[in-house]
């Protein structure tokens, strides 16, 4: 013992592991026979030099010496351990590419996903170079689970950046098995494998023994424990050698119970494995542990941790015991006795049975025993053991101290961990990871405030260690509110940073944290789930992505929602890249939340406009105006949160509306705590937010009396309305009143007085009478006046503020005598004003004096210069004092000791008239002695709510003498002290020249007044009454309305001077004159509005008020009323006329005159006062709209005439009139004149005024003429071009005029009236060949005059065809000679051309009578040139008209030189490629223009009379053919032009636009097709879209068979855009399968399943792509995948179409296995069954259908099912059985009925 000590110098016990060095020399000469062995290590390692013999006689001598200093076993070391090491470990978490294992003593190691086995990690490279997922490749969650046990080997002790070890494992079978080799496998060893390949009978167990293939039989899995139900590649399993074949070569296993291992296994210490259990004998016994002897020769050691708690061992005890480590260097074998580790189980528990500790911080812990080599054991206060590493009961910093340590009686201790191996808590006794604030991610919330310190800047952000176990990531966009260019600058390594956290994924360890001050610094609440996330709440969040329909916005965890675009600002937004950027923390309101769905929607408009009051709860249905009780729930600064009785609802009370009096309010929020119940609330405001509510009498009182306006359209003009002030601007106030109403007081409508700054006058949340002045209909505005003189205070209003806000004191002084709130606020609050006090002087100077009480301690009682004046005080006097003032909240009361104050009071007489002397002032109040004697009371400081702050001259202050009335001598409410109100508190108004009388309160309603005319003006008559004031008559008043003349004036009736009777129907706004409606009984007006109409003033005849809204209620469209001019106004040139005092309407210019001649001066028409009978065009109330006409229509009819305004000149359209009552219409070329004339809109300007002809109106627009004809039809001559109305004014070969229209390709479009454009094609439109229609274009602008002919008149289909040549209209060629171009060879050229070939044409025709009517519609369509102008080339010269008689019409012939053109079926189907797209074969006999040109070079020959007549006999028969034609809908046209007139009809039918298309494809104009195409895009309305998805399938089809790779891209990519994207990828797809583009259709599709992958369409469609192919495989690995992405219900589905595609497509077998698994596992599943047999009829043999029968019909499904398959089964015995096959399914039949009898007789 002593020579060791001394080699060992420093401490052998603490440092060395000498047990672990003991058993290591033996394994270097695998010397097995004694213990005594162990010594040789430490010699040699300690004396290398040394010889060996000198090592001999040492062993000898001193192996007992060694033994007994190897009595200290120690745990296992992180720093022992060494790569090589064989361990058992328990899988403790999973995660994607790592296993996190549990190892012996605590430790922890990683397993790497490259480290699991060779296949495993092929499969791996396989998975991450293909795209597609391999269905054999299985994530670690798949093949490790926790608690699973393992065996690994340290595969390398890797350095963490922080300097600590971290140790990487291995459970690759080479590494583990290492030291095995096929000769030392034996039968009953218990292995660890991974499983090499899945067979069908089992599985190929990789054993990592080179030259041995290990087969586990698939029977011997069943029985195995494994969580998973089949074994999959790469899987760990531990299994036992069954058999060993061929020398080793081939291994048989079987399942392993329990890993025993047996000394005849021929273990050695070379290759043992951890996990093996073994027979043990105990040889020693130590405090710290055991050593061991197993199998005869080996020995190990047992640590405490390892031991089982209430065992006792002896020496000589037999153990079993489980191997746990082997150090192969050394040859140290750990043992353990631990009994979980022993159980025939493959998995230990992982969590601790009493729930996860981890973190938890224990006091009162007691320490059981100290290990000095390893630790310490402790006993939670449950009893729960738990373990503390050596290194755990220390600070880092400081030296081991065990004596320290174990002397302490408890400790307090943080759980770091549960490790599964020993089954016990690990613990650290540091005081630094005790006071950690997060030691696990758990600890952390969403929405957090944290503290942390910067660790690393990386280029995605910043990383912040929280605590040592802690860090979470700031993302790059989070380092600051705008995106830092270089972050390094503002942060450095070691930086202390408060950070938010945004998210926390605890199954990861990741953390994102935000350094945004907006978010870090937010007081709104946090939406850290859905659930937070209420309808009406505002929260600050930052943008994440930005698309084009809106802004994602995230908020804390996962919760993120949507701000559509028109929820993004105020101001509309096109494109929200330029206006947000990613990272942008903004305040987002919440319109919509589903917490299920996890959608919500947001609005950032909401949120800017203000409406962020947080609606915590939805407002509790409390109507505006309803009294309520509530409870205090919450204080804050500046309301209370309450709630209201008995329902809970959740409102607000804002500080300001606890009382009208500013002062009172901060005392009672004061004095109020949370729990109290407040009575006497009202419901002041009510929003989708919130509730308001208010304590404010005055408003109390307004609403309860109805005097208020429940919504905008209740506000009248002179309405007077209680509010509070809501918000103070420079440019004035805005009040509040009930029911949200807010109106703006302009600075001049303040005060009487000059108010200079407005943020002075008035106090926010200040009480205030409004009259309302302005209304502003359409913004929904109104102004309001709080001048003093201009409102009406109620009688007693004063007295009531009085005595309401000494109650709310008196209430406050109640509720702290109530409350145990300290004795002292108790003693002020039990003192009054005038009460009589004996104090002591404490102090006293000429300005003041204190005093003090034993009865108030801490109270500053105070007497000001003014209450000591001409008293002698000195220090400890005690005098006489009378009480001022009490303040409770700073706890100070101020008092008098002046004689007079303290004398006798004086009797006071109600009524009486005192003189009152101002004695002390506090703020809303003021304490007065009356008639300079004892008598106190108290008095307001201002006379009227409305009241301004006082300049400094006009306050109330002390000393200052004023003059009251004595209202009660000893009032209750005050104590007993008098109630006095100020002589004169009324507010002195301002008196108008009406009120100059004593008692001018006005006039009430219905009152009859005499008065003399003062002045009479056009409109209203001047009236000085009686009373002095002045009244008005409206001049709808003066004359009774039947007397009424028209052009007369009423108010030149009436003298001025003359007496007159008059009676009150209403009042005016003495400011602005308004007519006041307001019709309270009660309410008297400023200036009268009187009638002087004799039936109305009879006092006994009853009129009710009316309002502008019921007057204008009655009036209807087309009503004739009598009114009167008021007013012209000349900027918008409209009349205002009134036909009421309150009704005033307005004109506009076309209603007002009927002749344009009018329209300079329309003023000088009307003279202001005159009587005019107008008629109504509309009266509306909501809006206020009165509109008037005095032209005597008042709506546009079909045929009236009416006057318009050109508002803007168009040639293509015409005139564009703006028309009375707002019509609108346009003026056709053709209807501009009945004569035509070149450039027919010349005369007309912009703003022009013209009388117009109503022809009919379509959509809203009317179709006008200014025809003399149709405006004064007596007194024109006869048009020289008339109107033409339909096409039945056409006659064929008419000469008519009309206007160019368009010139296009198709030909010359002319406008013959407004709704009827003939068209001359090119051929007709010129006697020159043209081989560009822009010629004729240029010589042709549009609104040219033309002369033309008709040709032919098409009634059904609108058409009219035209001709333009000389010699149809007798007029010039429109193309002029100058320009030299080529005749074109028509009309008898043509015909003497062709008389050649008559006669043979002739016949031929004869021949075939049964020709279809095509060959004659080609005929008659002859002359017009294909779209393409340069086609008609070949019409001039070459171009036989008999010669296409011939040729059928489907087919063009081209020459010979010429590409083969494409003919189209007519069943044309875009759907199947353009696969009926046929070149058409070369003319039969040649060349047909080299014929033609032989034909027209021979001379002409004369007619017979026999040929003319049947070439008259011909042309008829072809014109009715032309008309049977145009009449049939079915016939496909055969040139554009007809493709024109039919889309003209049907613009939104696919079929008619791919036939257009055809129709030039058969042309090979490709350009032309698309073109065709893309009009067709924008043409069919965006609502027909499978007829739109219809075109684009065929533009794909277009481009992929004459377009190139890039051009089918583009489209391809704009179909997707504006189609269902799904349609448009399968509809491509099956374009490449079937012009057999194999790779791009494959390539595709696997786009396809990744986008689409919950659709089931999307994967059926590419099995059967694959199948087509032949791809079995494909398709059954394709399956795998669908059954994974889809939901579980699809499964079933899915299967069975698969399966009946393998049918038709591929092996008919797999299908019917397919089919087999789905029906065992769903036999009831009866649909399935007939599909099964469906298909079984048609693919499989009749002993497999038989046999499918038979199933069926012992199906245990109901009775009415299995008759049906009886009777299909039946049916296929008729159809392909014999008669004895018949007769035995008629038997089963039998049976079965006689079966389900039984069954129901039991």
């Known amino acids: 013992m002593a020579s060791v000590e001394e080699d060992f110098p420093r401490g052998g016990k603490t440092k060395k592991p000498t047990d672990s060095k003991v058993t290591a020399e033996r394994s270097k000469v695998d010397n097995l026979f004694q213990q005594s062995d162990e010594q040789t290590t430490t010699k040699k390692k300690k004396g290398g030099a040394k010889k060996v013999k000198k090592q001999k006689t040492e062993e000898q001598e001193g192996g007992l010496t060694l033994n007994a200093a190897a009595k200290s076993v120690e745990i296992l070391h992180i720093k022992n351990v060494r790569e090589g090491m064989l361990l058992l470990g328990c899988v403790k978490e999973v995660a994607d590419f790592e296993v996190t294992v549990s190892l ?43 608690g699973m046990l393992l065996r ?342 070691g930086m202390k940073v408060k950070c938010r956290v945004l998210s926390v994924d605890v199954d990861n360890r990741k953390l994102c944290l935000t350094r945004k001050k907006a978010l870090v610094e937010s007081t709104l609440p946090l939406f850290l789930s859905y659930n937070d996330a209420r309808p009406g709440r505002v929260s600050h969040g930052f943008i994440v992505s930005i698309k084009n329909f809106g802004c994602i916005v995230r908020f804390y965890g996962n919760v993120k929602g949507l701000v559509p675009l028109e929820e993004l600002s105020s101001e509309p937004i096109v494109c929200p890249e330029d206006v947000f950027y990613i990272g942008q923390v903004l305040k987002a309101k919440v319109l919509q939340c589903d917490p299920e769905k996890e959608k919500l929607l947001l609005s950032f408009k909401a949120a ?221 609050a039990a003192l009054t004003v005038g009460q009589k006090l004996k104090l002591m002087v404490d102090s006293a100077t000429q300005d003041r004096a204190k005093f003090k009480s034993d009865d108030l301690p801490g109270a500053d009682v105070i007497a000001s210069k003014r209450h000591v004046a001409g008293v002698s005080l000195t220090p400890g006097q005690k005098v006489n004092v009378v009480i001022l003032n009490v303040d409770i909240l700073s706890t100070c009361v101020h008092v008098s000791v002046l004689p007079k104050l303290l004398g006798k009071k004086k009797s006071l007489n109600k009524g009486s008239d005192c003189c009152a002397v101002v004695q002390f002032v506090d703020q809303d ?89 003062k002045s009479v003006k056009p409109t209203y008559i001047q009236v000085a009454l009686e009373d002095g004031s002045t009244g008005s008559v409206h001049v709808s008043q003066v004359v009774e309305p039947a007397e009424i003349k028209l052009g007369s004036f009423p108010t030149s009736t009436v003298r001025v001077g003359s007496v007159i009777k008059a009676r009150v129907i209403g009042g005016r706004e003495a400011t602005s004159h308004r007519f006041l409606p307001f019709s309270h009984p009660k309410f008297k007006y400023t200036i009268p509005e009187l009638t002087l109409i004799p039936s109305r003033l009879d006092p006994g005849v009853d009129f009710k008020p009316v309002t502008a809204k019921d007057k204008l209620a009655v009036y209807k469209p087309g009503d004739e009323i009598t009114c009167f001019v008021s007013k012209f106004k000349s900027d918008k040139k409209c009349l205002e006329v009134t036909s009421d005092p309150c009704v005033t309407g307005t004109v506009d210019l076309l209603s007002m005159i009927t002749d344009p001649k009018d329209a300079s001066h329309p003023e000088k028409l009307f003279k202001l006062g005159q009587a005019v009978r107008a008629k109504v065009v509309e009266a509306s109330v909501q809006p206020h709209r009165f509109v008037l006409s005095l032209s005597g229509i008042h709506k546009l009819e079909k045929g009236s005439i009416a006057l318009g305004m050109v508002t803007s000149v168009q040639p293509q359209v015409g005139l564009v009139v703006k028309l009375p009552f707002g019509g609108a219409g346009t003026v056709s070329v053709t209807d501009v004149a009945d004569t035509y004339r070149s450039k027919p809109l010349e005369a007309f300007r912009k703003d022009q005024l013209i009388r117009c002809y109503l022809l009919d109106v379509q959509n809203g627009k009317w179709h006008l003429s200014l025809r003399p004809s149709r405006l004064n039809p007596k007194n024109t001559k006869p048009a020289k071009d008339p109107e033409v109305l339909s096409l039945d004014h056409l006659q064929l070969d008419q000469v008519v005029r009309g206007y160019v229209k368009i010139v296009s390709e198709q030909g010359v479009f002319i406008r013959l009236s407004h709704n009827i454009t003939g068209r001359a094609q090119l051929q007709q439109s010129s006697k020159y060949f043209i081989n560009n229609h822009k010629i004729l274009s240029s010589h042709l602008p549009v609104n040219t005059l033309l002369t033309t002919k008709i040709l032919s008149v098409d009634r059904e289909d609108q058409l009219v065809d035209l001709s333009l040549l000389p010699a149809d209209t007798g007029k010039p060629d429109v193309l002029p000679e100058s320009l030299g171009l080529p005749l074109r060879l028509v009309g008898d050229a043509e015909k003497r051309d062709s008389k050649k070939t008559k006669k043979r044409l002739h016949a031929e025709s004869e021949q075939k009578p049964a020709e279809p009517q095509i060959p004659k519609k080609k005929k008659k369509k002859s002359s017009k040139p294909k779209t393409d102008g340069d086609d008609s080339g070949v019409e001039v010269y070459f171009r036989d008209e008999g010669e296409e008689v011939k040729c059928d019409f489907s087919q063009v012939s081209p020459s010979s030189a010429g590409p083969s053109r494409l003919q189209v079926a007519a069943g044309f189907s875009w759907d199947v490629g353009l696969s009926s797209l046929k070149p058409v074969l070369e003319t039969k006999d040649g060349n047909s223009s080299d014929g033609e040109e032989q034909d027209g070079n021979e001379k002409p020959q004369k007619k017979t009379r026999h040929e003319l007549e049947q070439e008259k006999k011909s042309a008829e028969k072809a014109l009715l053919q032309r008309e049977a034609e145009l009449m049939d809908p079915s016939l496909r046209p055969q040139d554009a032009a007809g493709f024109e007139r039919l889309l003209l009809a049907s613009p939104s039918s696919s079929l008619l636009w791919l036939q257009y298309m055809a129709h030039h494809l058969q042309a090979t104009q490709i350009e032309q097709a698309r073109a065709v195409a893309e009009r067709a895009l924008k043409t069919i309305s965006f609502r027909e879209e499978q007829e739109k998805l219809n075109v684009w399938v065929a533009l794909l089809n277009l481009e992929n068979m004459y377009g190139t790779q890039e051009s089918l891209k583009k489209v391809f990519e704009r179909a997707v855009q504006f189609c269902e994207p799904m349609p448009v990828y399968q509809q491509l797809a099956d374009i490449y399968a079937n ?168």
Request: charged residues 25%; glycine residues 6%; hydrophobic residues 35%.
């Open 152 to 493: 690994c080997v340290v595969y390398k002790m890797d350095i963490t950046k922080g300097g600590s070890l971290s140790i990487q494992l291995s459970v690759n079978p080479k590494l583990v098995n290492k030291s095995l080799t096929s000769s030392s496998l034996m039968a009953g060893m218990v292995l660890s494998g991974c499983v090499e390949s899945v067979e069908d009978h089992g599985t190929i167990i990789d054993i990592g023994v080179s030259g041995t293939k290990a087969f586990l039989p698939e029977d011997a899995t069943k029985s195995k424990q494994h969580k998973s139900e089949e074994l999959k590649v790469g899987q760990y399993v531990t299994s036992r050698v069954e058999e060993v074949k061929n020398d080793g070569r081939v291994v048989w296993l079987a399942a392993a119970a329990r890993a025993s291992a047996d000394a005849k296994q021929g273990w050695t210490l070379t290759n043992l494995l951890p996990g093996l259990t073994v027979k043990a004998t105990v040889k020693k016994v130590t405090k710290h542990g055991l050593h061991l002897d197993f199998l005869s020769s080996f020995s190990g050691q047992v640590d405490f941790l390892h031991m089982e708690q209430e065992s006792s061992y002896r020496e000589g005890l037999q153990v079993r015991a489980c191997v746990l480590y082997i150090e192969p260097t050394t040859r140290l074998v750990g043992l353990s006795l631990s009994s979980h580790l022993l159980q025939p189980v493959s998995n230990v528990d992982y969590a601790p049975p009493g729930g996860d500790r981890t973190g938890e911080v224990v006091k009162e812990c007691k320490m059981t025993t100290i290990h000095h080599m390893s630790g310490a054991m402790l006993e939670l206060p449950d009893k729960t053991p738990a373990f503390a590493h050596r290194n755990h009961l220390k600070e880092l910093s400081d030296p081991p101290n065990e004596n320290k340590v174990s002397a302490m009686p408890e400790h307090t201790c943080r759980i770091l961990d549960f490790s599964p191996m020993e089954q016990i808590y690990f613990v650290s006794l540091r005081k630094s990871v005790i006071e950690q604030r997060f030691y696990r991610y758990q600890d952390i919330h969403a929405g957090q405030v944290v503290e942390g310190t910067v660790s690393v800047l990386l280029s995605h952000g910043m990383v912040v260690h929280l605590s040592e176990h802690v860090k979470g990531l700031v993302p790059r966009t989070h380092l600051s509110d705008i995106l830092l260019k270089n972050p390094e600058k503002k942060y450095v390594e």
């Open 1635 to 1802: 012009s057999n583009k194999i790779k791009e259709a494959e390539g595709l599709y696997k786009t396809m399943v990744k986008r689409f992958r919950q659709n089931k369409a999307v994967w059926l469609s590419y099995g059967t792509f694959l199948l087509q192919q032949g791809q079995s495989d494909a398709a059954s690995s394709l399956l795998q995948r669908a059954l994974k992405s889809l939901p579980p219900k699809e499964s079933v589905d899915v299967i069975t179409k698969f399966a009946q595609m393998e049918f038709r497509f591929g092996d008919a077998e797999r299908g019917r296995n397919m089919f087999d698994k789905v029906l065992t596992n769903y036999p009831k599943r009866t649909d399935l069954w007939s599909v099964f047999i469906d298909l079984m009829v048609k693919h499989g043999s009749q002993k497999e259908v038989r046999a499918v029968f038979d199933r069926t019909i012992h199906l245990s499904v109901s009775v009415k099912k299995i008759k049906f398959f009886f009777k299909r089964y039946l049916e296929y015995e008729k159809k392909h059985g014999t008669p004895q096959s018949v007769q035995a399914v008629k038997e089963k039949a039998m049976l079965f009925v006689e079966a389900k009898g039984k069954d129901a007789a039991n």
């Open 608 to 828: 800017a406009e203000g409406e962020t009051e947080e609606s915590t709860e939805p407002p509790i249905d409390c109507e505006v105006g309803k009294r309520v009780e509530a409870r205090v729930v919450k204080k804050s600064i500046n309301s209370l949160e309450v709630v209201i009785l008995p329902d809970e609802g959740h409102a607000v009370l804002p500080t300001v509306h606890l009382s009208d009096h500013m002062s009172n309010c901060p005392l009672l929020w004061e004095v109020l705590q949370e729990g109290d119940t407040i009575s006497n609330l009202i419901c002041f405001n009510k929003n989708k937010q919130n509730l308001t509510l208010t304590k404010k009498p005055r408003v109390r009182s307004s609403l309860e009396e109805g005097a208020v306006a429940k919504d905008f359209s209740e506000i009248t003009v002179g309405m007077q309305l209680v509010g509070c002030i809501r918000n103070i601007m420079s440019y004035g106030v805005f009040v509040e009143f009930p029911y949200g109403l807010v109106g703006l007081a302009p600075k001049s409508a303040m005060s009487d007085k000059f108010i200079s700054d407005t943020t002075t006058a008035f106090k926010l949340g200040q009480t205030v009478i409004a009259k309302v002045t302005n209304l502003d209909e359409e913004k929904r505005r109104f102004l309001v006046t709080l001048k003093i003189s201009e409102v009406i205070t109620p009688a007693g209003d004063a007295r009531a503020a009085l005595l309401n806000g000494i109650q709310e004191r008196r209430t406050v002084k109640e509720m702290l005598t109530v409350r145990d709130d300290g004795e002292l606020r108790q003693q002020l």
């Open 925 to 1013: 109040f003021a304490v007065i002695s009356l008639n300079d004697a004892a008598q106190l009371t108290l008095l307001h400081t201002c006379s009227h709510l409305n009241e301004v702050a006082l300049s400094e001259a006009e306050r109330l202050k002390v000393g200052m003498t004023l003059s009251v009335e004595v209202v009660e001598p000893s009032c209750e409410q005050l104590e007993g002290l008098p109630l006095v109100l100020r002589k004169g508190s009324a507010p002195k108004r301002q008196r108008t020249a009406s009120e100059n009388q004593a008692d001018s309160s006005g006039h009430r309603f219905g009152e009859v007044l005499q008065g003399k005319v």
């Open 104 to 146: 012996p003593c605590g430790l922890q190691g990683f397993l790497s996903i490259r480290n699991i086995c060779d296949a495993y990690t092929k499969l791996l490279s396989k998975q991450l170079d293909s795209d597609v997922e391999n269905e054999e490749f299985c994530s670690l969650s798949q093949i490790f689970w926790p």
